[in-house]
């Protein structure tokens, strides 16, 4: 399975003292997401810092919103004075980190050229 980053990566780049829970399978999804938006122009015998730390940021990403996902009534606004509360849905979730993971893409990796010496980010026709 594809994965971009090392587990002594992580632990050195993100400066936490431990791995996430599931980390093999959130390196993993991480990698593939990477490397789908990518259109596998990421040479792997020679992955950029800058994809491996996009890996690490995606991979915390993941694992948020699977805590989010997880959590019984995501609280997302509150009405004090009416008591009126509103919780976001799954759906509202899966989008807002589907943004977030496509930003942090375009934030580290819009001047990164693949193997075939295009940007990663630039499938050509789209």
């Known amino acids: 399975m594809l994965k971009y980053i090392d587990e002594d990566y992580y632990l050195?780049?993100?400066k936490k003292t431990q791995l996430p829970k599931d980390f093999d399978r959130l390196n993993i999804e991480a990698s593939s997401y990477i490397n789908?938006?990518?259109v596998g122009r990421?040479?792997?015998?020679?992955?950029?810092?800058?994809?491996?730390?996009?890996?690490?940021l995606i991979i915390d990403l993941l694992q948020s919103k699977e805590t989010k996902l997880t959590k019984i009534g995501n609280l997302k606004s509150q009405n004090i004075e009416g008591w009126s509360e509103t919780y976001a849905t799954p759906e509202e979730i899966e989008k807002e980190y589907s943004d977030e993971m496509y930003s942090t893409l375009k934030k580290y990796l819009w001047n990164i050229t693949?193997?075939?010496g295009k940007s990663l980010l630039n499938c050509g026709v789209c």
């Open 114 to 116: 693949g193997k075939n």
């Open 42 to 56: 990421i040479d792997i015998n020679n992955i950029p810092d800058e994809v491996k730390y996009t890996t690490c």
């Open 12 to 14: 050195n780049n993100t």
């Open 36 to 38: 789908h938006e990518t």
